[in-house]
Structures are given as structure tokens and as C-alpha cells.
């Protein structure tokens, strides 16, 4: 709950910023009455009154349940929920972004390879052959799905200049 | 007679036949995945459909919803998993006759009570989309306002439990809708100099995030040390019901078709609600209720034809006014979106060779889902039995490789990225999925209208309430939100008065 309420804040200070950069939106005659920065300013107060009714509703949540069981040591230590999964779905997004930097520079294939065999391995398997045969040939696999057979573009990285 | 012309071309179009039954398959084999919804299935196939002329994508998409409605209920006979939410109440006595020994019995009459349902949906479809067309004469700049605005109104009714978490979702949609270019003067709003993000940020991607890497980040939030969910010697033989039975297993056929075709278009209900419903329903009616919970047939019927009766109805909301009413939904407005494809009113009037092309591709994909509902059987077995971190590393490649091929810009992955973020942390703090894709979704329609009728009256609000059809469709929204506020703050009463 506790981190409910940390949110419904960080969701009013976004309100604060979604305002200021709808402040510098530039205005223009052709845009009407309203302009282009009515919306996303009606959008940002809409944002910020939830968000404070929000902070408000769980204040008083927790407020109750502190007064319901006073003496709840277990509950509390409960949120926020289980950092250390929360770390290791963080880990994914990592893998993710590893990809995308790589990508242009080792290819398509290879870096499909490095892509399924890592977030196999991720994903709680043990290194072993058959993730190894695995990753490449899914690598192959989804290089000639996605670039021979549907022909999209995807980057080759440096192997054409190995040609 | 030019609809049934427009339906036969569908039919006969070898593109048109491939993409019903390619989207039925992956619809089956994605829905026999436990934790890979209709939703997920149909956002991961979306980025492909980009090549596509719109009917085969649309057909493809609705194809894969109407497999993966089936392909749940295959992990839910078998393994007591539902591959679907709506596949849960087939569990209770698809698992039962498994046991029994009668797997195979259990698998076809879902797949013939499925296919029955998912026909009787579509003829409703079919009759009641001209009628809802009708009112399109009526539809003027403030009526779509309104219409956008009652569309964002059902956020009340899919807040699973919080008004304002649902809301402060689609305000948070809405505010996504902004970035890009303004659609009256031009400006550019909240784009930071990027100019990858001048044209807006594509539906596909925050769904892809939200919806897929969600998920994957979800899965490998616990490790599974690769053994999977197997279940061995289950390979079992689909028996198909013959006339006779079906008909000793009409009332229950009836009542999960009627209760399905009800509950499809009503926002937040969807197929899960439509099964349980229909199981209790058939349960009651039953000449044989003692035999629910021990192996009834009734009690697969019932659900199966309530959860595949939903597909085909669902989609009268969504392509007579827009309004999508379940996440399925919304990713099918979304693929209509970027095909440049505006449902609403006008639709039928514009472009009837989509909606009676797409009513014959629908009437093909029920038809290849009881031919490959039976061939698929054994891959899909065999698919369900693989280790989870295969599975996962798959589905994620799939996810990277849909997003390059749709603009061909590494930038986009990034915003995938961030989706996945967002959608892990709405879903650890039980914010809902569904109000953040209708805003952004609406989020153009609503703008853009609203300042076009204030244009023609030069900023009089009165507009809204001067057209009937706006005023109506106002109404109706306040309804609803009405209705969500005062059933949340009973719900919020209701402890403290336990308490007292």
C-alpha cells in the first residue's frame, strides 16, 4: 500500500510536468478555440485532481488498516511485494535493450542467437548443448522466417563487409 | 445481394483463405499456452498484418481471436490449465471426463459446441450491424464526440474495482494520444526533438508492451528450472460428437450460444463471464444436474459455446460504434486504426466490401477451426509440454523481430521497452490494462471532433447538447460513470460497515 501511495505522488508530479510541457506547445491561429495545448492541459489537471484523490483514498486505506491491526509487522514487510522478482523482471528489459544495441553492429542471426540463448538461460534454464543447439538453430530459424521468407529489412550488422 | 457478393470474394481470395486459416492456427496454438491470452496472441500476430491488404489483416486478427477461444479449452481438458480465462469453467468438467478416460470426447464436443456457437454468433452479427448502421446518417462532429466520450466512459465499467485507477489509466492514454503532431495546426506536441515520434506513438507498440512483454517479464519474475508444465501420456485422440448427441446436448448448446451472443458486446463481460454464466445456467436447467462437477458434457458445452458465441458478437460494438469492450477488442481497433480503417457508424456505408468481406472470413475461420481444432491437436500437446524458458525466449524473439518489420526504426523498440515497464507496474499494483489502450485508441477521435464542433460554433459548448444523438450518448455516458461511482463507494462503505 505503501507503494500505492508513492505512485499516486509520482503520478501528480507526471500531471506537473505533462502541464509545463503543454505550456510550451506553440500556438497557432489555425488551431481553433481550444488550441493544441487545451487537451493536454485539461489532461494534465484531470491528472493531477485523480492522483491527488487517489494519494488521498489510499492514505486513509492504510490509515485503517494501521488502526484495524496495529501490530502487523509480517503485512508491512509484504510491500513493496517481492523486490528481488521485480529485479529479475527488470532483467528482461536489460536482455532487451543489450539487443538493441547490439543488433546493428552483429547482425540479425547473431544477435538472434545471443537473444534466445540468454533469455533462455534467464528464464532458469542450465547452460547445457541442447539450449546451445537451441539458440542457434532459432537464430537460423528466425532469420530465414523473418528476412528470406517475409523480407523484412532487418540489419545484417558487419557480415557484409566480411564478403 | 452486393454483401453476399462482397463475402463470396473473401472466400474465393487465396490471400483472404490463407489468413483465416494461418490466424485460426496460431489463435489455437497460442491459446493452448497457459498465460498467452486471445489479447497477446492477437498483438503479437498485429505487427505482421502490417503488408497486408486491411481485410486480410482484419480477418487474420478476428481469426486468431476465434482460434485462441478454442485453443484454451485444450490445456483446461487436459491439464486442468486453463489456456485462456474463459477456458476456466471448462476445466471443471472437461478435466473430470479426462480422468475418466473420455479426453478425447471432452475435446471434440468443445470444438463442435465452439464451432456451432461461433456460426449462430455470427448470423447475429450479420443482422444487427445494418440496423446500428442505420443511425450513421444522424452522426455529426459532436454525436462522434460523443460517441468517443461514451467509448472512454466504459473505463468505469473495466476498472476491475478502482474507478480511479481506471481512470487516471485512460487519462494516461489520452495523454500518450497527444505526442506527435497536433491534427488542427500542425504543431508538434511533447515530442522532445525526436522526430521519430512527429507521426504520434503507434498503438502496436504501447499494446505489444503492455500486453506481451508484460507478460514475459512476468514469467521470468520466478526462475522455472525448464522442466515446464509437462504432462506425459496424455496424447490423446479427439472423438467428434455425432448428430444425435449434439442434439441430447441442445439446451445446453443453447444457453452457452444465447449467453454468449448477450455478454459479447457488453463491455467488461467478455467470454469469461459469458462461460460461468452459461455453466451455471446449464447446471440449473439440466435434467441431470448432479452430474456437474463429475464429468458432465453439459458442463462443456455450455461454457465453450458461451466463450467462442462472444467472438463473433464482441465485435458488434466495436466495428458499429468504435467501442471496443474487452482487450481483444481493443487490439482489433487498433489493426482496423492502422489500416487507416475507421469503424464506427459510417463504416458499413463506406466500406461494406471490409464488413462483408469480413463477415465471410469469419464464417471460414469457424469452419478451419473444426478442421484444425482436430489436425492441431497433437502439435499443440507437444507445444503445451515444452520447457517455459524455450517458450518464453521464443515469444520474446517473435515480439523484437514484429517491431522492426513494422517501420524498420530501433527507436521503436525502446518505446516497447518502456510499454513492457509500464504494464509489469500497473499490473503489480493491479492498475487495469484496458482504460490505457482505450485512451489511446480514442485519444484522436475525441480531440480532433471536439475541437472541430467547437470550430462551428466558435467555441459554444452548447453543440453537445443541441444534437440529440450527442445529448443521448452523453447521457448514456453518465450514466455508466453514475453507476461505476455509486457501486464503488458502496463497495468502499461496505468494510466500514462491517467494521460499525
Same mark, same amino acid.
Given at each position: 500500500?505503501r507503494a500505492?501511495?508513492i505512485?499516486?505522488?509520482?503520478?501528480?508530479?507526471?500531471?506537473?510536468?505533462?502541464?509545463?510541457?503543454?505550456?510550451?506547445?506553440?500556438?497557432?491561429?489555425?488551431?481553433?478555440?481550444?488550441?493544441?495545448?487545451?487537451?493536454?492541459?485539461?489532461?494534465?489537471?484531470?491528472?493531477?485532481?485523480?492522483?491527488?484523490?487517489?494519494?488521498?483514498?489510499?492514505?486513509?486505506?492504510?490509515?485503517?488498516?494501521?488502526?484495524?491491526?496495529?501490530?502487523?509487522?509480517v503485512k508491512e514487510s509484504d510491500e513493496p511485494a517481492n523486490w528481488h522478482q521485480h529485479a529479475r523482471a527488470m532483467g528482461l528489459i536489460v536482455l532487451?535493450?543489450?539487443?538493441?544495441?547490439?543488433?546493428?553492429?552483429?547482425?540479425?542471426?547473431?544477435?538472434?542467437?545471443?537473444?534466445?540463448?540468454?533469455v533462455?538461460f534467464y528464464a532458469g534454464l542450465?547452460?547445457?548443448?541442447?539450449?546451445?543447439?537451441?539458440?542457434?538453430?532459432?537464430?537460423?530459424?528466425?532469420?530465414?522466417?523473418?528476412?528470406?521468407?517475409?523480407?523484412?529489412?532487418?540489419?545484417?550488422?558487419?557480415?557484409?563487409?566480411?564478403? | 445481394? $452486393?454483401?453476399?457478393?462482397?463475402?463470396?470474394?473473401?472466400?474465393?481470395?487465396?490471400?483472404?483463405?490463407?489468413?483465416?486459416?494461418?490466424?485460426?492456427?496460431?489463435?489455437?496454438?497460442?491459446?493452448?499456452?497457459?498465460?498467452?491470452?486471445?489479447?497477446?496472441?492477437?498483438?503479437?500476430?498485429?505487427?505482421?498484418?502490417?503488408?497486408?491488404?486491411?481485410?486480410?489483416?482484419?480477418?487474420?486478427?478476428?481469426?486468431?481471436?476465434?482460434?485462441?477461444?478454442?485453443?484454451?479449452?485444450?490445456?483446461?481438458?487436459?491439464?486442468?490449465?486453463?489456456?485462456?480465462?474463459?477456458?476456466?469453467?471448462?476445466?471443471? $468438467?472437461?478435466?473430470?471426463?479426462?480422468?475418466?478416460?473420455?479426453?478425447?470426447?471432452?475435446?471434440?464436443?468443445?470444438?463442435?459446441?465452439?464451432?456451432?456457437?461461433?456460426?449462430?454468433?455470427?448470423?447475429?452479427?450479420?443482422?444487427?450491424?445494418?440496423?446500428?448502421?442505420?443511425?450513421?446518417?444522424?452522426?455529426?462532429?459532436?454525436?462522434?464526440?460523443?460517441?468517443?466520450?461514451?467509448?472512454?466512459?466504459?473505463?468505469?465499467?473495466?476498472?476491475?474495482?478502482?474507478?480511479?485507477?481506471?481512470?487516471?489509466?485512460?487519462?494516461?492514454?489520452?495523454?500518450?494520444?497527444?505526442?506527435?503532431?497536433?491534427?488542427?495546426?500542425?504543431?508538434?506536441?511533447?515530442?522532445?526533438?525526436?522526430? $521519430?515520434?512527429?507521426?504520434?506513438?503507434?498503438?502496436?507498440?504501447?499494446?505489444?508492451?503492455?500486453?506481451?512483454?508484460a507478460?514475459l517479464m512476468n514469467k521470468v519474475s520466478t526462475p522455472d528450472d525448464?522442466?515446464?508444465?509437462?504432462?506425459?501420456?496424455?496424447?490423446?485422440?479427439?472423438?467428434?460428437?455425432?448428430?444425435?448427441?449434439?442434439?441430447?446436448?441442445?439446451?445446453?448448446?443453447?444457453?452457452?450460444?444465447?449467453?454468449?451472443?448477450?455478454?459479447?458486446?457488453?463491455?467488461?463481460?467478455?467470454?469469461?463471464?459469458?462461460?460461468?454464466?452459461?455453466?451455471?445456467?446449464?447446471?440449473?436447467?439440466?435434467?441431470?444436474?448432479?452430474?456437474?462437477?463429475?464429468?458432465?458434457?453439459?458442463?462443456?458445452?455450455?461454457?465453450?459455446?458461451?466463450?467462442?458465441?462472444?467472438?463473433?458478437?464482441?465485435?458488434?460494438?466495436?466495428?458499429?460504434?468504435?467501442?471496443?469492450?474487452?482487450?481483444?477488442?481493443?487490439?482489433?481497433?487498433?489493426?482496423?486504426?492502422?489500416?487507416?480503417?475507421?469503424?464506427?457508424?459510417?463504416?458499413?456505408?463506406?466500406?461494406?466490401?471490409?464488413?462483408?468481406?469480413?463477415?465471410?472470413?469469419?464464417?471460414?475461420?469457424?469452419?478451419?477451426?473444426?478442421?484444425?481444432?482436430?489436425?492441431?491437436?497433437?502439435?499443440?500437446?507437444?507445444?503445451?509440454?515444452?520447457?517455459k524458458p524455450?517458450?518464453t525466449?521464443?515469444?520474446?524473439?517473435?515480439?523484437?523481430?514484429?517491431?522492426?518489420?513494422?517501420?524498420?526504426?530501433?527507436? $521503436?523498440?525502446?518505446?516497447?521497452?518502456?510499454?513492457g515497464v509500464?504494464?509489469y507496474v500497473?499490473r503489480r499494483l493491479?492498475?487495469?490494462?484496458?482504460?490505457?489502450?482505450?485512451?489511446?485508441?480514442?485519444?484522436?477521435?475525441?480531440?480532433?471532433?471536439?475541437?472541430?464542433?467547437?470550430?462551428?460554433?466558435?467555441?459554444?459548448?452548447?453543440?453537445?447538447?443541441?444534437?440529440?444523438?450527442?445529448?443521448?450518448?452523453?447521457?448514456?455516458?453518465?450514466?455508466?460513470?453514475?453507476?461505476?461511482?455509486?457501486?464503488?463507494?458502496?463497495?468502499?462503505?461496505?468494510?466500514?460497515?462491517?467494521?460499525?
Amino acid at each position: 500500500m505503501r507503494a500505492t501511495f508513492i505512485v499516486s505522488c509520482l503520478l501528480f508530479l507526471l500531471a506537473v510536468a505533462y502541464w509545463l510541457g503543454a505550456d510550451q506547445i506553440s500556438v497557432s491561429r489555425l488551431a481553433g478555440g481550444v488550441g493544441a495545448d487545451g487537451m493536454p492541459k485539461l489532461l494534465a489537471v484531470a491528472l493531477g485532481v485523480l492522483s491527488l484523490a487517489f494519494a488521498t483514498q489510499t492514505f486513509f486505506q492504510m490509515r485503517a488498516k494501521k488502526l484495524a491491526a496495529p501490530a502487523d509487522p509480517v503485512k508491512e514487510s509484504d510491500e513493496p511485494a517481492n523486490w528481488h522478482q521485480h529485479a529479475r523482471a527488470m532483467g528482461l528489459i536489460v536482455l532487451g535493450g543489450f539487443y538493441i544495441l547490439l543488433l546493428p553492429h552483429l547482425g540479425y542471426m547473431l544477435s538472434s542467437m545471443l537473444m534466445l540463448g540468454g533469455v533462455s538461460f534467464y528464464a532458469g534454464l542450465k547452460p547445457s548443448l541442447r539450449m546451445l543447439a537451441f539458440a542457434v538453430i532459432g537464430g537460423v530459424v528466425y532469420y530465414l522466417i523473418f528476412t528470406r521468407i517475409l523480407g523484412i529489412p532487418l540489419p545484417s550488422g558487419f557480415w557484409p563487409r566480411l564478403f | 445481394m $452486393d454483401g453476399l457478393s462482397y463475402a463470396l470474394t473473401a472466400l474465393t481470395t487465396p490471400t483472404i483463405v490463407l489468413s483465416a486459416a494461418g490466424g485460426v492456427l496460431w489463435g489455437i496454438l497460442g491459446g493452448a499456452l497457459p498465460g498467452l491470452s486471445p489479447s497477446i496472441a492477437m498483438a503479437l500476430v498485429l505487427p505482421f498484418t502490417f503488408d497486408m491488404s486491411p481485410l486480410a489483416a482484419i480477418i487474420m486478427l478476428t481469426s486468431v481471436y476465434i482460434g485462441a477461444e478454442y485453443g484454451g479449452s485444450i490445456p483446461a481438458i487436459l491439464i486442468r490449465t486453463p489456456g485462456t480465462n474463459a477456458a476456466a469453467a471448462t476445466v471443471i $468438467d472437461g478435466y473430470t471426463l479426462h480422468q475418466q478416460g473420455r479426453g478425447g470426447e471432452a475435446l471434440g464436443l468443445s470444438l463442435v459446441a465452439g464451432t456451432i456457437a461461433g456460426l449462430v454468433g455470427l448470423i447475429c452479427l450479420v443482422f444487427l450491424t445494418k440496423p446500428l448502421a442505420m443511425v450513421a446518417l444522424y452522426f455529426t462532429p459532436p454525436a462522434y464526440f460523443a460517441l468517443a466520450f461514451l467509448g472512454l466512459s466504459i473505463i468505469a465499467a473495466l476498472s476491475e474495482g478502482s474507478l480511479i485507477k481506471g481512470l487516471i489509466m485512460g487519462v494516461i492514454g489520452l495523454m500518450l494520444a497527444m505526442v506527435g503532431t497536433d491534427p488542427l495546426s500542425g504543431a508538434p506536441r511533447f515530442t522532445f526533438g525526436e522526430p $521519430d515520434l512527429l507521426g504520434g506513438i503507434d498503438y502496436i507498440f504501447v499494446m505489444l508492451g503492455v500486453f506481451a512483454v508484460a507478460e514475459l517479464m512476468n514469467k521470468v519474475s520466478t526462475p522455472d528450472d525448464g522442466e515446464g508444465s509437462v504432462i506425459k501420456n496424455t496424447i490423446t485422440r479427439m472423438r467428434l460428437p455425432g448428430l444425435r448427441k449434439m442434439w441430447e446436448l441442445r439446451r445446453a448448446q443453447t444457453i452457452g450460444t444465447g449467453l454468449g451472443i448477450i455478454e459479447g458486446p457488453i463491455p467488461g463481460a467478455g467470454g469469461t463471464v459469458a462461460a460461468f454464466l452459461s455453466y451455471n445456467e446449464a447446471k440449473r436447467w439440466s435434467k441431470t444436474p448432479e452430474k456437474f462437477g463429475h464429468g458432465s458434457e453439459e458442463g462443456v458445452v455450455a461454457p465453450e459455446a458461451a466463450n467462442n458465441a462472444v467472438t463473433s458478437s464482441a465485435l458488434i460494438p466495436t466495428l458499429s460504434f468504435g467501442i471496443p469492450g474487452s482487450n481483444s477488442m481493443a487490439i482489433l481497433l487498433g489493426g482496423l486504426l492502422i489500416h487507416g480503417i475507421q469503424p464506427g457508424p459510417m463504416l458499413l456505408s463506406n466500406r461494406p466490401d471490409l464488413v462483408y468481406g469480413l463477415f465471410g472470413g469469419l464464417f471460414m475461420a469457424n469452419i478451419f477451426m473444426l478442421i484444425l481444432g482436430m489436425l492441431v491437436l497433437t502439435p499443440c500437446i507437444w507445444l503445451v509440454n515444452r520447457p517455459k524458458p524455450y517458450l518464453t525466449a521464443c515469444i520474446m524473439m517473435v515480439v523484437l523481430s514484429g517491431i522492426y518489420s513494422i517501420n524498420q526504426s530501433l527507436f $521503436d523498440f525502446w518505446i516497447v521497452l518502456a510499454a513492457g515497464v509500464v504494464g509489469y507496474v500497473m499490473r503489480r499494483l493491479e492498475f487495469p490494462v484496458l482504460p490505457l489502450i482505450l485512451g489511446i485508441v480514442l485519444g484522436y477521435m475525441i480531440e480532433s471532433s471536439y475541437r472541430r464542433s467547437l470550430l462551428l460554433t466558435n467555441g459554444d459548448h452548447i453543440v453537445f447538447l443541441q444534437n440529440p444523438l450527442s445529448l443521448g450518448l452523453l447521457c448514456c455516458a453518465a450514466l455508466i460513470i453514475g453507476l461505476a461511482a455509486y457501486a464503488e463507494i458502496r463497495r468502499a462503505r461496505k468494510p466500514q460497515d462491517m467494521h460499525g
